[in-house]
């Protein structure tokens, strides 16, 4: 293994948790206008960070399974080394 699935897993949690931080400061800030500019930038970023695991490894939810077969899992679990 190259480290990759590593890195991209790391930008989907960073990127996660961006949005997240966003989320929660907009909770309480709603007609903060830089906000809502940086939400849309965090939830691109997001987006293209899912996109890009989910193209080399698969789908990272359930509801993102779009193929004929069941595809939802082909790596091993967690607990199988999957994940380190």
């Known amino acids: 293994m190259c480290g990759c699935e ?3 897993m790391k ?3 960073e990127t ?3 949005l997240d ?3 929660l400061y907009l909770d309480t800030h709603p007609t903060d206008v ?3 500019t940086y939400y849309r930038y965090a939830q691109q970023a997001n987006r293209d960070a899912v996109r890009a695991y989910e193209q080399v490894y698969g789908p990272l939810m ?3 399974v779009a ?3 069941w595809s939802w899992m082909k790596n091993p679990w967690p607990w199988e080394g999957g994940m380190h």
Request: aromatic fraction near 10%.
């Open 67 to 69: 193929s004929d077969d």
């Open 11 to 13: 930008k989907v949690y």
């Open 6 to 8: 590593n890195d991209l």
């Open 34 to 36: 830089e906000a809502m």
């Open 21 to 23: 931080d966003i989320l």
């Open 62 to 64: 359930i509801t993102q």
């Open 16 to 18: 996660g948790f961006a």
